[in-house]
């Protein structure tokens, strides 16, 4: 019995060392600057400002909303576009809004919602005294459920917060709690983990987590100088079978954002959100990604996910307050194929490119 008791105390001990030391670990790297503040992504924003592609600064092992934060702060030109959504909107490029005589940003960021944009806004607000002209909303059908789970943007509370000003009349609800529940998980995520050895990795390697490309003919994460992303080459040019696999499995389980479809309190914000930046000046286009044709063709059937009433609110909204909007869910709408997708939710760049071709920006004739 006591050899089985120190057995299991051995075990134990051993245990909770290991665990020990995996969050030592992930607290102390941090590639994502989720407890500390990360100097690279200002390191990063000032390369793009310089006009360099960034290479290997990749989505997995950073926290993309703080970049973008770090971005604005160190913009000192006028801007007169930005692009923001989710990461169905991360490769809308500068040269498929703009024939470069105006300035362009990305900042999109992965999994938004409403709270994003208010945030990216009022940090344009905060540090520029202003919000671009022409601002593009990636509106995602998640950003109208109230159970889409989405929370991330709470990393980012404080450029939110600033809504006061620029957004008086929208009240949130409060995740702390269980923002720092699953902030603190990160410590202990299989994921994190993989991401802070590859960072630690690539820094013991290079000095930095990123280098500077000469071109956009790299495998590996890319970010133009507008903040636009390119994904290396497995998922810029991809298995024509991973596309169909992924694109099945996405309709399979939880469906992401879509699930307990709740937006009627969602919607009363965001046409608060549309009615502060008309009141602003500013011109907004509603971009709405389309999904992968077989998965589309899928969840349409299923009314609860609200694809088509979701889809109809949005073009409502638009035309009720002169808005351009840009895009459709539905890809069969946009002569979109498979192959113009490169998973269930996520279009290429030529596509994205494709669906802009007609976009106008603001006093455009």
Sequence with gaps: MNRYKRFLLTLLTLTTLSLGLVVLFNYTVDSAGLFHKNNIMQQVAKELLAGKIVAGFGDEAFDDRQFQLSLIKEIHSKVDIIATGSSRTKELRKRYVTNGTKIFFNHAVNGASM???????????????????????????????????????????????????????????????????????????????????????????????????????????????????????????????????????????????????????????????????????????????????????????????????????????????NLQIIGSYNPHTLHLKENDFFDGMHCNDRAIKQIFSSWKPANAP
Aim: charged share 25%; aromatic share 16%.
């Design 115 to 321: 709270e994003d944009y208010i945030a990216i806004l009022g940090a344009y607000k905060l540090y520029h005294g202003y919000i671009p002209k022409d601002v593009i909303l990636g509106v995602d059908p998640w950003i109208l459920n109230k159970n889409s789970g989405r929370i991330r943007w709470k990393n980012i509370q404080k450029y939110h917060d600033f809504e006061r000003q620029i957004f008086p009349t929208i009240t949130e609800q409060r995740f702390d709690t269980l923002f720092i529940l699953k902030k603190y998980k990160e410590l202990l995520n299989y994921s994190y983990t993989l991401a802070n050895i590859r960072y630690l990795l690539k820094s013991l390697k290079t000095k930095k987590p990123y280098y500077i490309a000469n071109d956009l003919e790299v495998n590996d994460f890319l970010r133009e100088p507008d903040a636009s992303l390119h994904y290396p080459y497995t998922t810029r040019f991809p298995n024509v079978q991973d596309v169909y696999t992924k694109a099945l499995q996405y309709t399979q389980g939880y469906v992401y954002g879509l699930e307990n479809f709740q937006d009627t309190i969602n919607k009363k914000k965001f046409e608060d959100i549309l009615c502060r930046l008309k009141q602003e000046g500013v011109h907004v286009t509603l971009f709405l990604a389309p999904y992968n044709p077989l998965t589309y063709d899928i969840l349409v059937k299923q009314p609860k996910y609200k694809l088509k009433s979701t889809e109809a609110y949005f073009r409502k909204v638009a035309k009720n307050n």
